[in-house]
């Protein structure tokens, strides 16, 4: 059994690295923890907050998001990974923010203290939020 393991990060490509980067600032709090590039060009960069870190690539030429993928539910049928998830504190609170922002609630799940919501980021990636129960 392995010991000491802690979850790192959550990775995704967009299409627009400073903007989606920003949004994460803005909406959700994440300070940016670095930049770099790899070896091919890709622009890079680690997001932070709390110990939570989301990782972004920019690449050349990408392939755009299939539809399936905008949608909890229709994304299951795509073996793969699906969305990174959070808890917040306060749900009603998150979601009013949210909504006050005019970002869209895309599904909400669940009753009572067990409730989550999704969004997409501004990169259209599928993103969920919790209660805390």
Known sequence: MTTGLAFHHAAMSVADIEAT?????????????????????TKAMFLEREGLRIELF????????PEERLSP?????????????FTVADYDAFRDDLIARGI??????????????????????????????
Do not use: C
């Open 21 to 41: 980067a920003s949004w994460y600032v803005e909406v959700l709090g994440f300070a940016v923890e670095s930049r770099f590039i790899i070896p091919d060009g």
């Open 58 to 65: 920019q690449v050349e030429n990408p392939k755009p998001m």
């Open 73 to 85: 539910r229709a994304d299951l049928r795509t073996l793969g990974n699906k969305h990174p998830a």
């Open 104 to 133: 869209p609630l895309i599904l909400e799940v669940g009753s009572g203290t067990n409730r989550g919501l999704f969004i997409h980021d501004s990169a259209g990636n599928v993103l969920e939020f919790l209660s805390r129960p």
